[in-house]
């Protein structure tokens, strides 16, 4: 396994609680979009075993060409060890990354996708929509939709509708809406739809799609191939049992 040290070259404050980490691009790493990260801090392999507290899965935000690895995290007051050193790191501090892989690129399927997503989870969408803008070959059309409490939406810039790239950004801040919203979605039974979010959340909403006859081969999670079939088996062996009556 490869462990990439690299420094922070700058620190973007998207809202007063979430920050993007902007990294410089080590020789050789590269990427795809929808690609997670294991972003460790300084110390995390100083000892005999990797310090798993130094250590947080994260979603890198930008595309190989904005030349940065982008890492968007929210920081709250009350917060883990992990969060409160990286909130103290500056500009040139040094990180790793390792272990980076993409299970949710762009489908390029010429079906609709449909990005749903809960706060900071916008940001694993973030480069599969840029890469969209860049190339809409074989999708038929996006539409993202995202729940924030905190009325603080991320990347207003990119995240805008426009009938021209035939994309369609929602956000809402509240779970009513939000739940009502993914069930207008799922009128389109041959959608493909992501979800990245909690565990919980991922569940609410395949739950939601589930009964509204959504297939679990029209699901994209951000999870690896084995935790992905133990994920979608929890929430589709309901409707296989309830098949077999
Ligand atoms: C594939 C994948 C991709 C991911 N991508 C991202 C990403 O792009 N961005 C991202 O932010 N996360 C991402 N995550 C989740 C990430 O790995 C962390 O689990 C998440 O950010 C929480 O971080 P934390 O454990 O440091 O806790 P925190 O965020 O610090 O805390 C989590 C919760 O616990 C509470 N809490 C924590 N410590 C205390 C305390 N001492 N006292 C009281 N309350 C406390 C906080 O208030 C908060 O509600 C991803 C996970 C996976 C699996």
Known sequence: MQIYWTKINKI?????????????????FTWEEGSHTHFALAGFNAGEKPNRSLIRHMSISTLPHENSIGITTRIREK?????????NLEVGSEVAIFKT????????ENKNVYLLSSGVGLATFR???????????NVNQIHSLNI??????LFADIFE?????KFTSQFVDNRKDYYEQVKNLAADKDGL???????????QN????????IKSEQLMLDKRKDMLDDFLTSVYEKEMLENTK
């Not at 924030?148 to 939406?153: H, I, M």
Request: proline share 5%.
């Open 12 to 28: 973007i404050e998207e809202t007063p609680e979430v920050k993007t980490y902007m990294l410089d691009c080590p020789e050789g």
């Open 193 to 203: 739809f992501y979800i990245v979010g909690s565990d919980e959340f991922l569940v």
């Open 148 to 153: 924030d409490s905190s009325k603080n939406y």
């Open 101 to 108: 892989h993409s299970n949710v690129p762009l489908k390029r």
């Open 161 to 165: 509708t426009s009938a021209d790239k």
């Open 127 to 137: 480069p599969i929509v840029l890469d969209y803008f860049e190339s809409a070959d």
């Open 206 to 213: 395949m739950e939601i799609l589930r009964e509204m006859g």
């Open 79 to 87: 917060c883990s060890e992990f969060k409160t050193i990286l909130r």
